[in-house]
């Protein structure tokens, strides 16, 4: 009896001959399991040019299960061309799954927990959130984890399940609001008349105004200063672009009609003035 030996080469270039069905047909499911991703991708990039934003963050979310399912049943029909028992398999997962215990538990804690953030119309993508003190846009939604910038380009995500309490600034109005100091001798009734004969105009000027601006009344006054507070009622988070607006306004506005401010009437004497006193 002789044994041949073959050499590295050799085997493999067996191994392939005899595999060659499963290696072909493998090609195939890993060729249609890629198309099936980039259509979703296509898909939902397409989707999200012509609908909403709540309807953006339901597809984003959507896409990632979808995802997740095409890659899951890929692995366990190549397991079954290469004859693995597929059974086998989703024993010896379910028995990963329980070794690893708590971090398995963590992903479906944030699973769930995106789905109930998506459906339950908490936020959407685009909208100005602040999760743990910290805002920014929120710029994914997927299905374990939160995207959001900050006006800073800073990008912090979030698992779903760590999310606790969100606080949601572009549902409402925002306010601006801005404090104006004038000289404590000032006439005020003539001030107040003048600002809300002079300050609806600034609608003109900023696109962003709901409502207003209106001087809600005196905030503080002392001996020295009153200090009134001016509203404007803005579209979502962009009150701040207002308030600059508005100081900027306020400013010129009291220098055309010579509104002194604080500390104005102060006389500084010079070491002459001094000298013959």
């Known amino acids: 009896m002789q044994f041949v030996q073959l050499t590295i080469s050799e085997k493999i270039s067996e191994w392939f001959n005899f ?22 991708h296509f898909f939902s990039f397409r989707f999200r040019k012509k609908v909403s934003k709540k309807a953006e963050s339901l597809a984003n979310f959507l896409r990632g299960i979808i995802e997740t399912a095409v890659i899951i049943i890929t692995i366990f029909i190549l397991l079954a061309v290469w004859r693995f028992n597929v059974v086998i398999a989703l024993i010896t997962m379910g028995i990963l799954l329980f070794v690893l215990g708590l971090g398995a ?15 339950g119309n908490y936020y959407d993508v685009d909208e100005i959130i602040s999760i743990q003190g910290f805002k920014g846009k929120v710029i ?3 299905i374990r984890s939160t995207k ?20 949601n600034y572009s549902r409402n109005f925002s306010v601006a609001s801005v404090l104006v100091e004038i000289a404590r001798k000032e006439d005020i009734n003539h001030v107040i008349t003048l600002l809300d004969e002079e300050l609806p105009s600034m609608k003109e000027l900023f696109p962003q105004i709901i409502e207003g601006p209106n001087v809600v ?39 055309n009609h010579h509104i002194k401010l ?6 500084l004497q010079s070491k002459e003035e001094d000298q013959h006193e």
């Open 19 to 40: 595999h060659t069905r499963q290696l072909i047909v493998s090609g195939i499911i890993f060729f249609i399991a890629l198309i099936c991703i980039l259509f979703i």
């Open 148 to 167: 959001i910038m900050n006006w800073q380009g800073e990008v912090r995500i979030f698992m779903n399940g760590s999310i606790l309490e969100v606080s």
């Open 262 to 267: 604080p500390h104005e009437n102060v006389i």
């Open 140 to 142: 994914d939604i997927g």
């Open 105 to 119: 538990k963590n992903v479906l804690g944030d699973v769930i927990a995106g789905i109930t953030i998506v459906f």
């Open 217 to 255: 009344g005196i905030e503080e006054m002392n001996s020295e200063k009153i200090i009134l507070r001016i509203n404007a009622k803005t579209n979502p988070e962009e009150h701040y672009v207002v308030e600059r607006g508005l100081k900027k306004y306020i400013k010129e506005l009291f220098e």
